[in-house]
């Protein structure tokens, strides 16, 4: 087939930012295309809450070839992530002549023929938001997470009557002032934004459950647990199941301020409930069993607010015309660094499974940009 470009990349944050850098290293100027669904540089940091720094933002990582101090030319660890990291991802576009066109959603891509057709909408010249396709021989896919916040189903979800929120729709603390607030999840954003609600929302009262207790580390991470948790989590991708989150099986870092909440008694774990009542939420086992009689309450405890910090899922729905998922529910992974589609090595996955970090997308990027290189010179 005569395609529009030799590689289509989908997603302008991180790891398709990283993915291009490389592409061009490896002689690909002018050969493949990237896409961003966002309005401007930043992938998804430029969604994140005014009150997450870079300090707290789980060390964003500097991308290949330029750091973001390095661009920004001073230490930002307090600045707001949502707008420093946009700065660095486009002083990092404007260095290295990364062209992307944004806004532009892909809707679906298909087989055709030999390569693949992609579905688009973006603004024509007028600024009208027009239906278009684009073919490519190859495909590197970015897309991340943050478009596909996930909340579990649980019995009478449908039924509450107060206000339901998740991670992706955080403002602030002040918005919870006065109300009783019970934060879903274990993981790093639930503990962050439990602790910033507590500390600063006027007269709020705060709970907080998740399916299992997070474990807290006293010592620091080391390199050989990174990946030993990294590889944990390629072994499922490879294997074509779901893929679990890192800190699942690594823990959390006990932080100064992580250590205070716990002494200020604002970390008071509690079980996941069983169901959701119109006015809160339900242990149907009984509150002494699971350890919840302090509420004083009994089995059930009334709020104003269910905030669902319960995590993302691969942001995927565009592929789902390829076929690509396994029968164990995931898309199985292989090659050197678990980016290549087993079922079609035409396509690159980035942002999925051991890639969905910030420095293990910019490995990613490199490993995919080498394997479309090799297909294409094959071809």
Partial sequence: M?????????????????????????????????LDHSPGPGGAWQYRWPTLTLAAANHVHDLPGYGLVEALG??????????????????????????????????????D??????????????????????????????TGTWERPFIPHIPGIGDFRGRQLHTHDYTGPEEFAGQRVLVV????????????????????????????????????????????????????VRAGLPPASVVSVTGLSLTPTIAAARRDGILQWRPMFTRITETGVCWDSGGGDLGVGDLGVGTELDVDVLFWNTGFRSALDHL?????????????????????????????????????STIGANRAGREAARVIVDLLDAS
């Fill in 320 to 356: 789902a015309p390829l076929h690509l998922r396994a029968p164990g529910g995931g898309i199985t992974m292989t090659g050197r660094l678990a980016t290549t589609v087993a079922a079609d090595p035409r396509v690159q996955l980035l942002g999925y499974g051991p890639s969905a």
């Fill in 113 to 142: 023929g030999d390569g693949f057709r992609a579905s688009i909408v973006a603004p024509d010249e007028h600024g009208e938001r027009r239906e278009s396709e684009v073919t490519t021989q190859t495909l590197i896919n970015a």
């Fill in 185 to 236: 999840g274990a993981g790093i954003s639930a503990i962050q934004l439990l602790i910033e609600i507590a500390r600063n929302a006027p007269t709020a009262t705060t709970f907080w459950c998740s399916r299992s207790e997070p474990h807290f580390r006293d010592c620091p991470f080391t390199p050989e647990e990174g990946r030993a948790a990294v590889a944990r989590v390629e072994e499922r």
């Fill in 2 to 34: 005569h395609a529009d470009t030799d590689v289509l990349v989908v997603g302008g944050g991180q790891a398709g930012l990283s993915a291009a850098y490389f592409l061009e290293r490896f002689g690909l100027h002018g050969r493949y295309r990237l």
């Fill in 74 to 111: 001073v230490e930002c660890d307090q600045f707001p992530a949502a707008t420093a990291v946009p700065d660095y991802f486009g002083r990092y576009e404007e260095k290295f002549g990364l062209t992307v066109a944004r806004p532009v959603h892909v809707r679906a891509v298909h087989r």
